[in-house]
C-alpha cells in the first residue's frame, strides 16, 4: 500500500506533535508516524522544566520565544498537563557563582524577563529547605513547569483534530519522497520530518546527534517542600561539558506534590538500564544543597536520552543531502521548553510563513561538514 | 548520618515465610546462611503471629528445626535493590544494609489480587488476608458482620479465622463456577491433607452459607461499607455488613527476580527442577513459581535450600512429592480461575488505580500500561502498581512493564547511599 501527504512526521514525541500540529493547522496534509506511546520516549523521561536558557544568543532567542508560546497555550491545556509557573531559582553556592547571578540578570532584564536577585537570606526565605549559607541565587519567577506526556498528547490531538493522521507503525527508512513502514506500506511526501530525538540518525545516517543519558528520580507527595524549580548554576558547566559525564543540583515541585530529582548527563551510554554509580552521585549532590530531602521516600528512577549536537543547538531545517528530508532533532535537553518553537520554525520553512525569530543558527548544514574536511580532521 | 550494615552470607533467603524458612532449614547445616523478612517476624503471611507456635500448630516443627541451626534471621528489612553482582540492598529502621551472597533462594510469596466494583474503595472494604492481619495485630471483629467474598482456598480460612475471633460471618462467596470447583473438589482426593483441611473449615463454618459462584457487584454505603450486593448471573443478592473481605486469589511477587533477571513464564518464575531460576546462582521457591499454598512451599523451599549447598540426593528425594504438590497446584489454578463476567464489574467512574485515583474510563482509552501510566499516573503511586498491576492485567490485557531499581520506596537518604563506594573495599 502507498498513500501520499503534504507532510509526514516521523516520531510524535513533543517535537513531533508541535510539528504536526503546526503543519495541520497551516492546512497540510500530515500523517504522524509512531510505533509507540505518544510522547514516550525522552519527552516521558524528561522534567518538563520550561525554562529560558542563555548558553548563546540563539539559545536565548529560542527558549525564550517558545517559552512565549507556551504561556499563550496554557490556558487551553488540559488540566492533567499540570502547567504551572513556580519561576526558577538559579541558585549561586559561593561569590564566584553570584557574579554568574548579575551576569544572568543583566541579559535577562535586556529581554524583559521578571528576574530578581536573591541574597543568601532571601534565597533562604524562598526555599526553607536548601542548606544554609548558600550565596543567594537569581529567580526567573517566567519559567513554567509541565507533565510533557499529557502535553505531546495534546499537541498531537490538536493535529489530528485539524485532519492530520497518526499510522502507529515503526519508519524503517526514510528519503527521496518516501517512508517505508515496518508493515510493508511506502508512504510518499515531498516533506518527510525526522523528529525521533535521539534515535534521529537511524533514518538519517551521518546526523551529528548523539544520545546523552540523563536519570531522574521521584519521591513521594511532600507538598511545599520545593516550591521553584531549584537548578545550580554550576548546572552550566556541567551541562556545557561535552564529553565527561557529569551531575547537577536541580529540583523541581510537581503539582502532585511530588518532588522531581535531577539531573545527570552521560555520553557513551547507551543501556538504558539505572547506572547506580551516576545516580547516587546525582543523589549526593542534591543532598549537599538540600541536606532535609534524606526523609522523603523515594518512589521512582527511570532513564531517557537526550538528542545532544556538537554546538548545543538543535537541528532544524532540510538535511543537506536530500531535498525531502528535513530535521527537527538535537534539542538536548530543552526539547519540551522549545517544542511549539520548533513547531513555528518546521512550519515557516516548510510554508514560507513569518517567523518570529531568525532561523539560520539552526538550520542543519552548520553541522554537517564537507568530507575532505572530515578526512583532514 | 545513619547506619551502614554489611553482611556476606553463603546462601541468603529472601522470605520468611514457610518456603524460607524450609530453606533456611535445608541449608543450614551446610553453609552460612540468612533468612531476612521485611516483618517484625518470620512466618510469612500464613504463620504470621504463629511463629513460634503451639507444638500442635504446622509451623511448630518448622520452628524447632529452624531454631537448632545456625541461620541468622534478619528481621525488618525491605529489599529494594540489586545493585551489583551477587548483592542486595535492603532497608530498615536504622538505615541501609549491604547483604552479600553466594548463593541467593528467593522466597517473596504472594499477595492477594484485587479487582475493582462499584464501593470496593469504600472504607472497611478489606482484602480477606488483609483483614485477617488485621485482627492478628489487634482489629476487634467480635460481633461484627463480615460477608467474605472473592476467590480461593484462602476464603473459607480467613472466614474460619474471623468466626474464631467471634465475627458473624453472614457468609462466603466463591466466584468459581459451582463446575469448575466440583472439579477441583474431586481431583483433591488425591491430597488426603487437603479434604481433612477443608473438612475442617467446613465443620468450622457450619451454619455459614457457603455460596459457590457468587460474585460481589457493588458495595454499599455512605463513607464505610452498609452492605454488598452479590449476584450468579442470574439472581441478586443484597447483605448487610460491617466489613467485606474479599480477594480474589493470589499473583507472585515476582518484583525482585524480575529486577534480577530471571525469567519469568505466565507471569511465575521459570525454574528447573533444583529450582533454579535462568540466572546463575539464584534459586526461587513457593508462590513465586505457582501459586500452591503450605505443601509445595515448603517442598519446593527444601529441594531449594539442598540444592543451593550441593546436597542433590536429598533434593531428588522429595521430587515425589513436589511432582504432586504441582498437580494441586495446577488444578487450584483451573479451579479459581476469575471468571470473564468480573472483567464488567467495573462502572465507568470506578477507581482502579486507588494512589491515584484513575478512573475504569480513562484507563479504557489506552493500548498498554505504558501508556496508561504516563497519560493517567495509573500505577505511579506509593504502591507502584502492586495493587492495580494485576487489575489491569485482567481487565485490559496489559502485562507488566520491566523493572527498575528501587522495588519499593525507599528513603531518599538510604538510597544516596547505597550508591557510595564502599571504601573498606
Redesign the interface.
Known sequence: MSSNCDAIVLGAGIVGAACAMELAHAGMSVTVVEPGVIGGGATAAGMGHIVVMDDSPAQLAFTHYSQQLWHVLAPQLPPAAEYETPGTIWVAADEVEMQEVARKQSIYVTRGLPVRVLDSHALLHEEPHLRPGLAGGLLVSSDAVLYPPVAADYLLQQALSSGASLIRQAALQAGEGKACLANGDILSSPRIINALGAAAPSLAPGLPVHPRKGHLVITDRAPGFVRHQLVELGYVRSAGSGTADSVAFNVQPRKTGQVLIGSSRQYNAHDKSVDHQILQRMMQQTRRYMPGIDKLSVLRTWTGFRAATPDKLPLIGPHPADPTLFLATGHEGLGITTALATGKLIRHILTGSGSEIPVEPYLPARAFHPTTETAHA | MRNRNEYTYDVLVIGGGPAGIAAACAAAPHARVAIVDENPALGGQIWRNSFPARQSHPSGPWHNRLQQTQATRLHGLRVF?A??FNTLHAEAPDGLHILRYNKLILATGARERFLPFPGWTLRNVIGAGGLQAMVKSGLPVAGKRIVVAGSGPLLLAVAAFLKSHGAQVVAVCEQAPPRQLAHFATSIVAYPSKISQAVQYRTQLAAVPYRIGWWPVTAHGKSQVESVTLTNGARRLTLDCDFLACGFHLVPNTELPALLGCSLHNGFVAVDSLQQASVPNVFCAGEITGIGGLDKSLIEGSIAGYASTGQNSPARKLFAKRNKALGFAAAMERAFAPRPELRRLPAPQTTVCRCEDVAHELLQQHD?W??AK????CG???C?GRVCGAATEFLYGWPGESI???IL?????T??E????TAQH
Open positions: 535493590d545493585p551489583a498498554s505504558r501508556s504516563l497519560h493517567t499516573r505511579m503511586g506509593p507502584q527498575r531499581p528501587p520506596p525507599v528513603r531518599f537518604d538510597l544516596a547505597a550508591e557510595k563506594p
